[in-house]
């Protein structure tokens, strides 16, 4: 049999591709490495799946990605954020809600529901346990592909194999392989979004305290490289939370060329002299408080010994006790608390992929290969990343229609 379309990859982007192959009316199978596909997908958004994100307007949403965003526009005015949210809620049954931070999500909260609907719509053309050997070439288009199970032809092929991020689940780089083998160039994959390692041992006393509302940025000595502001959380390790994952591989990417630091501004809203002019004022007021107590309405609680300690002052001291120059180290840690960066985290913990086929070699209006004639691209697998909350799965969702609908526009 020669399929009208065979997908590489059972993910997130291979299985809205197969959903619109079907509604097109092709015939098409999706071929899985894993006994089961979605794998990654069900544990997405902590298990509840963060479909994408509700920012409808075009240019803010493509601002809002790390690496190579401008290559978006094509999908993304072709099949937009409305367009996915209606395509989810019309096509595959699935009601959305939108929470906070403009986060999408099943109204069940379940993102194996996600799963079952776009299995349903599938149906019996997926092949598991089954892992692409090689494409074959006639010319300059693809003739077949080589599994153990045998070779199958299609007119095209989409290659959604994702990338190397949280290889538990079966993403370990088998398409970059398969992509450059056909003449493809690939952008050496690296982990993002993943936690940030620090060198200081009390961080671990701190696991599990979560920071909102603080400015965490990062230094190489006097400059800034990068900023963020929402939420963060310690770990036994280190950093980890939204703004910490974020901004990790442009971090990891300038620990290659020296040392790092990440300084917190616990006070971010409130300009240093004024902070200053608070502290002053409170020192009064709580005269006969000590350190501990005082700073508790600066500080959460568990976080004040490891502060008190860094600040080098005694926590019995009273407040009409504490000097100038200990009440500028006081202002100093709460405007510029600093770690030091050791690492980033590792694959294992990575939620993305930074790297992957060049988008220079593929059509942004198609997802289509400008090396091979009958290949096209989506998700994961491209270089192209953007920050947490739904914009990864958009991608996905975008170019898999694109990919999709192409040989029918």
Known sequence: MIYDTIIIGGGAAGLLAGVECKRLGESFLIIERNPRVGKKLVIT????????????????????YQRNGKFLYGAFSRFTVEDT??????????PLKVERGKRVFPKSNRAVDVIYA?????GENILPNTSVLKFNLNGNSISSVSTYKGDFQAKRYILATGGKSFPITGSNGDGYTLAKDIGHTIVKPKPALVPIICEEKWVKDLAGLSLKYVTISAYQEKKKVVSGFG????????????????????????????????????????????????????????????????????L????????????????????????????ETILNLLKDFRLTVKEIGTWDKAIV????????????KSMKSKIVENLYFAGE???????????????????????ARDTHL
């Open 381 to 403: 697998i491209m270089d192209v990343y953007g920050p947490t909350g739904g914009y990864n799965l958009q991608i996905c969702w975008s170019s898999a229609i694109l990919a």
């Open 231 to 298: 939420e963060a959380l310690f770990t036994h390790e280190g950093l980890s939370g939204p703004i910490v994952i974020d901004m990790s591989r442009e971090v990891g990417d300038t620990l290659e060329k020296g040392n790092v630091s990440l300084s917190i501004d616990f006070k971010p809203a409130i300009p240093r002299e004024e902070l200053d002019q608070r502290l002053q004022t409170d020192l009064k007021s709580l005269a006969k408080k000590n350190l501990r107590t005082f700073l508790k309405g600066y």
């Open 118 to 122: 776009l299995q349903n719509e599938i």
């Open 353 to 364: 992929t930074s790297g992957g086929v060049s988008i220079k070699e593929i059509d942004p």
């Open 85 to 94: 949210i209606k395509y989810f809620e019309e096509v595959l049954n699935i």
């Open 45 to 64: 958004g902590k298990g509840r799946c963060n479909i994408t994100t509700y920012n409808t307007n075009l240019d803010d949403l493509i601002s809002k």
């Open 300 to 327: 959460p609680s568990s976080l004040i010994p490891v502060f008190i300690e860094l600040t080098k002052i005694s926590p019995s001291t009273q407040s009409c006790d504490i000097t100038k120059d200990q009440r």
